[in-house]
């Protein structure tokens, strides 16, 4: 994956691009915003601090999500306003501040990838299953057969993959997929998801794979 | 401000004016009274008494023979010339023959008495009366000629009567204009004053605009000055606004140059703790340090929002927000943490959606502040409780409670924070702190 990083700072800057590219992504570190263009066409990602010489962080931002809306936008900034996080909010996809812990940078930028469909993989190993995502493709690996999903099952896994490890609270799911308002007290995505769970689980009674939490919502586990 | 103009000259000057107008005024009524009786003076019917008198008689005597037609027809006759005049005819036994005025009070019948009642009420009185004999015996009777003394007057004293009214009229119409002429001239003074007052009087803190400067006398000073006044609010408020951004500007890049190197340092650490040959010792230190990474930026963060938390310069947006949405998505964030720190996660919320009119980033703010105090300060107790039902939100921890030494600084500016931020959302919060364990509740008013 193509990461486009612009950060002025030269410490943390090549700190994270080494950090990055060892955890094997490829990065492009530019220290100021000029020359941006020609490399987002090729980048699955953008990463942009706020406080650049010249054009700052949220100019270039704004410029690059009306002409690529397409590419997910995290701005990486030591401005951790309220203010400054609303405003980056209205274009970017993800605001993380400094200091940032490195293992909760890459999550979030796993996170931006499979929300913008940056990375779809052939196949995603979910524990006993294997999911072919640009197929809708489900197959139970120990039987070696395909398990069939209505589509608001199919629906509701994909999402949970594509959040995967992330805890999604029942309003975030239900609208996601219904499209409408989550109504507190409504049951329709408790009994679907007890129905996926007949389906995918090897013992329906004690989830592994998607989780309960109680009060919040549901988490896949990969 | 030149004299002539200002207020006070033309005040005084109507107050002289009126003051000439007054003696003036009574002549001037007079002369005005008397205008009609000038102007009118051809058009009002005058008669000579002496010459009416004499033409009388001597119609009368030119009737030498006493025939009823004559009679009449001379009296019709003088009848068209004298409008105003009335006659009657009595003939020589005392009867009333004829009369040009049928309602005239006179008898049928003129006896003696009567007769000389008559004669000496109508001399010299009103109306004007000529009793002339026909024909010049004197003994064929005779025709009485009565004429209102008004047509025999003046022509001014025709005209007396209305003199009062005239006059009154005249007074009255002069000091009206007075009045008049005053009260216009407060009216103007008023309305300015009152147009200056409106545009004084502004609501939301804004600035009042500017006023149309009128003509230049004291009010027209006045506005001139509440102009200049406004001009320096402005630039007062420009220059608070300045500032302010100023201040502003160098808390935020206080805070970031605060937290980049804290990022390097975090980085570093990171890299250190990944190293292979780190002694167990070496990997404790790094973790107290990672600690400390996170202590210091919650600190700094803490320490920027409440600068500007009690400068009133954090901004506030009141909606309506589900409650129950609001801490799950919070809790979304907390929930790894805590399950990495093995607690006991215990969530109940209402069953129904309740909503609070609130700040959502501050809501949000307060629930961060609350969990990262459970994080740091009730490790010990290993269990989270999260409760709604409906009214009070209530924060749950067992750990050893916060009256002792972990209630230090940094707690303290953290709950300040929710402190201000939950009496401005009008929620009333409450900490019951034992050792062996803390409750938070809060509870919109």
Same mark, same amino acid.
């Given at each position: ?222 | ?132 004999? !026909? ?129 390097? !340092? ?132 067992k750990g050893q409670g916060m009256k002792e030494e972990s209630f230090n600084a940094g707690v303290g500016i953290g709950l300040s924070i929710v402190h201000i931020m939950a009496k401005e959302m009008k929620i009333s919060w409450e900490i019951k702190s034992s050792n062996t364990?803390? !409750? ?6």
């Amino acid at each position: 994956m193509k990461i486009l990083y612009i950060e002025d700072e030269k410490e943390l800057g090549s700190w994270v691009f080494e950090d990055l590219t060892r955890r094997g992504y490829e990065v492009i570190w530019l220290t100021n915003g000029e020359g941006v263009q020609e490399y987002l066409e090729t980048s699955d990602i953008v990463i942009l601090d706020v406080m650049l010489p010249g054009l700052d962080g949220f100019s270039i931002g704004k410029r690059i999500k009306k002409s690529y809306p397409q590419i997910p936008i995290m701005m990486l900034s030591a401005r951790a306003q309220m203010d400054d996080k609303l405003e980056g909010l209205q274009f970017a996809d993800d605001y993380v501040t400094k200091p940032f812990h490195p293992d909760e940078l890459e999550a979030r930028i796993q996170v931006l990838a499979r929300r913008f469909d940056r990375i779809v993989p052939e196949e995603i190993q979910v524990q006993h299953l294997r999911y072919a995502p640009k197929r809708y493709e489900l197959i139970h690996e120990e039987k070696s057969e395909p398990i069939f999903l209505t589509a608001k099952q199919l629906h509701i896994l994909d999402y949970l993959i594509k959040h995967a490890g992330q805890i999604m609270t029942k309003e975030q799911i239900f609208e996601a997929i219904w499209e409408e308002n989550y109504i507190e007290g409504d049951k329709t995505l408790m009994v679907h998801i007890r129905y996926l769970r007949e389906k995918i689980e090897k013992n329906p009674a004690k989830p592994l794979i998607i989780e309960t939490i109680r009060g919040i919502g549901y988490r896949l586990k990969l | 401000m030149r004299l002539n103009r200002t207020l006070q000259t033309r005040y005084l000057a109507m107050i002289v004016c009126s003051m000439l107008i007054l003696p003036i005024a009574f002549p001037l009524a007079s002369f005005v009274t008397y205008l009609p009786a000038i102007i009118f003076k051809d058009d009002i019917i005058t008669y000579n008494s002496t010459e009416i008198a004499s033409l009388w008689h001597e119609a009368a005597e030119q009737l030498s023979s006493p025939m009823q037609e004559e009679i009449i027809h001379t009296l019709e006759n003088w009848e068209e010339m004298y409008e105003e005049a009335s006659m009657f005819w009595v003939d020589e036994w005392g009867r009333t023959r004829f009369k040009t005025d049928p309602s005239l009070p006179i008898p049928e019948l003129w006896n003696p008495s009567y007769t000389v009642s008559f004669m000496k009420d109508s001399y010299g009185g009103d109306p004007f009366t000529v009793v002339a004999f !026909i024909g010049s015996t004197k003994d064929d009777g005779f025709l009485v000629l009565q004429i209102p003394r008004v047509f025999m007057d003046y022509p001014i004293r025709q005209l007396e009567e209305y003199y009062q009214y005239i006059y009154l009229g005249m007074v009255a119409l002069v000091l009206l204009v007075f009045i008049s002429l005053s009260w216009f001239f407060f009216k103007r003074i008023r309305k300015r004053i009152v147009q200056l007052q409106v545009s004084m009087d502004v609501k939301d803190k804004g600035i009042p605009s500017r006023v149309k400067v009128g003509e230049k006398d004291e009010i027209g000073a006045l506005e001139e000055s509440f102009n200049n006044m406004i001009h320096q609010l402005e630039e007062g408020r420009l220059r608070e606004q300045e500032e302010e951004q100023l201040r502003k500007e160098l808390i935020a890049n206080l805070s970031h140059d605060l937290r980049t190197p804290l990022a390097s !340092i975090r980085a570093h650490t990171f890299s250190l703790g990944e190293e292979e040959k780190l002694s167990s010792k070496g990997k404790q230190s790094v973790a107290i340090i990672d600690k400390k990474i996170d202590y210091l930026h919650n600190l700094i963060e803490n320490l920027l929002s409440y600068t500007l938390l009690t400068s009133g310069k954090y901004t506030y947006c009141p909606r309506d927000i589900d409650i129950n949405r609001a801490i799950r998505m919070s809790l979304t964030a907390w929930y790894p943490i805590f399950e990495k720190e093995k607690f006991t996660i215990d969530i109940q919320l209402h069953e129904q959606t309740v909503y609070w009119e609130i700040d959502p980033n501050w809501f949000e703010r307060i629930l961060d502040n609350v969990f990262q105090n459970v994080v740091r300060h009730a490790l010990s107790g290993k269990y989270i409780g999260v409760l709604f039902d409906g009214k009070t939100i209530s924060i749950i921890d067992k750990g050893q409670g916060m009256k002792e030494e972990s209630f230090n600084a940094g707690v303290g500016i953290g709950l300040s924070i929710v402190h201000i931020m939950a009496k401005e959302m009008k929620i009333s919060w409450e900490i019951k702190s034992s050792n062996t364990g803390t !409750i938070i509740t809060l509870t919109k008013e």
